[in-house]
């Protein structure tokens, strides 16, 4: 059976890396309260957010053939959780709080379908450099800390607080790219074999 593959975010780093498995999808955001509840950890908030996305997109699609795809990433250190900055203030304020330290990052990835569900979780490590009350400033005003948990972006600018990683680098941007894959096999879903894929495939080989 082929799917309509949909995306629950309007994050251009997820539909990124979804494309590189060769998966066509659309793309259907969500917009939910992401409160933690009381007592919840990073790992427990970012796999209820990730399933509740795509539940609700799932009733959204108006399709009984569809598999959709939720994720969200919750950063935690000293057991204090991160989520998107407010405003610069909070921005510099997490900033701060990752300055020579070793935070978690917790993305969790739900596929689900009108029959069932799954979902998958990556922790990473990431140890950021010292960073100057300056600096974080500096780095709110280039844009790229909004709408980032933690309040920075791995992939851009923030990589200069990067001073080791231990998992996954693309959980850290925001989909975990293994767990995503193992899920999609679960449900059936081919990788790489898509006309979006062969073409890339093709335009690389001229």
Avoid at 12 to 23: D, F, K, N
Wanted: proline share 4%; aromatic share 6%; charged share 20%.
């Amino acid at each position: 059976m082929t799917h309509r593959i949909i995306l629950a975010s309007a994050s251009p780093r997820r539909a990124q890396l979804l494309t590189q498995l060769g998966v066509c999808f659309d793309v259907l955001p969500q917009a939910i309260d992401e409160t933690p509840q009381s007592g919840e950890s990073a790992s427990e908030l970012s796999l209820r957010l990730a399933h509740e996305k795509a539940q609700y997109a799932l009733a959204d699609a108006g399709d009984d053939g569809a598999l959709v795809l939720g994720s969200d990433t919750v950063v935690e250190v000293d057991d204090a959780l991160l989520g998107k900055p407010v405003n610069g203030e909070d921005a510099v304020r997490m900033l701060l709080q990752l300055s020579g330290r070793i935070h978690r990052v917790c993305t969790a990835v739900s596929v689900a379908s009108r029959e069932s569900s799954a979902s998958r979780l990556s922790e990473t490590r990431v140890r950021f450099r010292e960073i100057a009350d300056s600096e974080a400033h500096a780095y709110w005003n280039t844009g790229e800390p909004k709408g980032k948990a933690g309040g920075y972006a791995i992939q851009g600018r923030g990589a200069v607080f990067v001073e080791s990683i231990s998992g996954s680098y693309s959980g850290v941007m925001g989909l975990p790219v293994f767990e995503t894959a193992a899920l999609l096999a679960e449900f059936g879903v081919p990788l790489w074999l898509s006309p979006a894929a062969v073409g890339e495939k093709d335009d690389a080989q001229s």
